[in-house]
């Protein structure tokens, strides 16, 4: 096997930033989107910038593998919560969660935990369930709602991890998909629209928000169960299947057909106008 001096290493890494495509508009909004969400998860901004400064001089293989996510994280308590709603052992015989007791033996919060392997304590998650609204403090014990959608009240500190996990997931679907490192890739799907109306967001938003609640009730079913029934041998992975809905203006003037989202809805609308003027122009 010859390897490569390190002259030779020096020059290919050259060659590969010089052929590199210059930052464009999407870009630049993606890196000023990923800026601020760290931001606002309350990060500075002077420490964010010389880090990507310092990843930048570091990172020059474009195959360059990620350290490997530690087992337990601050949203333990989400899988937890499925846990609840959905084990045999904590279901009443209408599969609704049980009244859990904090500390003891199972069914508990503390049981869940280490099932888990996490590193929070019962207090910290009973207090991230009764902060999201999925569950209450009853007689010393917590009563949870099945499949409660999460919410994160606006600004709190919950909603920034949550964002912060979120962005880190997406990545990490990229980073994967950019390079299997088994050829098989995860799901990266998506639907889109280039004219809808700006008025219908709100509504389309409120109902979209319901269909994926049913959707990912239907998927968490689907992971518990291969969770439970199929052999890990002694290996597993936080597996996560997440939906999430965004809109943006689109600038018609630096928008064109060869961007990565098409051509601007204007010009969609022209050319099917005058195809249409064609074929009566035909008849």
Request: hydrophobic content about 40%.
């Amino acid at each position: 096997m010859v390897r490569q001096t390190q002259p030779a290493k020096k020059k290919k890494q050259r060659k590969a930033l010089s052929s590199a495509r210059p930052l464009d508009g999407m870009v630049l909004q993606t890196l000023k989107l990923f800026m601020r969400t760290l931001m606002r998860c309350g990060y500075s901004s002077e420490e964010v910038t010389q880090q990507c400064a310092a990843f930048g001089r570091q990172m020059r293989a474009p195959d360059e593998r990620l350290p490997v996510e530690g087992k337990a994280r601050q949203d333990d308590w989400v899988q937890i919560l499925t846990l609840w709603s959905m084990d045999p052992d904590y279901v009443d015989a209408e599969g609704q969660p049980l009244a859990l007791r904090i500390r003891g033996s199972a069914p508990s919060i503390e049981a869940l935990l280490n099932r888990v392997g996490s590193h929070l304590t019962s207090g910290e998650v009973c207090d991230q369930l009764v902060t999201t609204g999925v569950a209450k403090r009853v007689n010393g014990r917590l009563v949870a709602v099945a499949h409660a959608p999460i919410v994160f009240p606006a600004g709190s500190a919950e909603q920034g991890a949550h964002h912060l996990q979120l962005l880190y997931s997406v990545l990490l679907n990229i980073e994967h998909n950019s390079a299997p490192p088994d050829g098989s890739r995860w799901v990266e799907r998506q639907a889109i629209c280039h004219n809808f109306p700006e008025s219908a967001l709100a509504a389309f938003s409120a109902a979209a928000s319901q269909r994926a609640q049913i959707f990912l009730q239907q998927e968490d079913a689907t992971m518990h169960r291969i969770a439970t029934f199929t052999p890990s041998n002694g290996r597993t992975v936080r597996a996560t299947v997440q939906l999430s809905f965004s809109a943006r203006e689109i600038d018609s003037a630096n928008h064109s057909a060869d961007s990565p989202l098409g051509p601007a809805p204007q010009r969609l609308v022209k050319s099917r106008a005058r195809k249409r003027s064609a074929r009566k122009a035909d008849q």
